[in-house]
């Protein structure tokens, strides 16, 4: 996989945007937010490797007790968020209004500017998956819930990362792994984006943290139904190797995509876009994909850990 923050990762990027802007030309617009976006989130993320002596590691006792009970790595750890992360939320939103989105992102970057959103607390709910607090606080100061938390989840994105692949870099961690058979993310509790299929090996890709991890069996991701009505069709029998399993169950779709090579952070969004077709393939016969993985039934949010509260 190519390291983040390189010459190499954004020349892969530019290449892919090219490629799909010349085979799905409806996109360019997407494409042209998507690169701002990226760029910045590139940018971060080489800079908190400038900070990580102030990220203290988690612990690696305490995340393997974790894993047995399928609870992800990052659940009620308190972690600090370095402020080069808060820098890159208005950059963001001024993507966000470029892009159209327009007097609603104003709202978000005006509560950011005068802090009536706290741009930590956002960040520290959001790297906790913690939906529910952030559209609670939305709507009790009359903004969009949908946009920020799409804002926050954009701006700790970068730290995600730097932290599942810190996590998994050590070597009884990445052994520990293997055993984790869950549809979630082992770090960060999220749904994979897609499944890459390299080699013949089926990696689940996290969507937010860009982890990668393997079920023992093929299954339904969300519920894990392997009856016969869960299937796999490819929507243009020209490209077989761009899939969707459909799963009668819990009416949950996921896509499969063939790759040479793993997508780096945060390359895996170009990838999610790219395959559109497929998403819509699977809607088109009435699935979706499901809300965030309920972590409080396994797992009670810890008020230590600062993420049970809202980002006000």
Partial sequence: MIPIGTIEVWQAALAKWAEIARNIPDLEPALAVQQRMLRILLDTAEQLELDAAQIPPLDSDAVLGKWIRGVPAFRNEVTPIPPRLKDALPALCRV?????????VEHVRNALAKREIDADSLLRVSLARNEKAIRTSAL????SPDLVWLVGELGSSPLAHHLQQRLLSRDDLARALKDWDRG?????????????????????????CAASWQLTSQRCVYCGNAGSDFVTAAPDVSRKNRRIELCGSCASYTKV????EPAPFPLLAIEDLASVDLDHGAMTREYGRPKLF???????RSSSSGTSGDCA
């Fill in 294 to 300: 309920d972590l409080d039934a396994i797992a009670p």
């Fill in 257 to 260: 995509i063939e790759v040479t």
């Fill in 140 to 143: 009790h100061m009359g903004l």
């Fill in 96 to 104: 966000l209004v470029d892009s159209g989105a327009g007097e609603a």
């Fill in 184 to 208: 979630y993310c082992p770090c960060c509790g999220s749904w994979p984006a897609f499944i890459e299929v390299v080699n013949g090996s089926r990696l689940l890709r996290c969507s937010f």
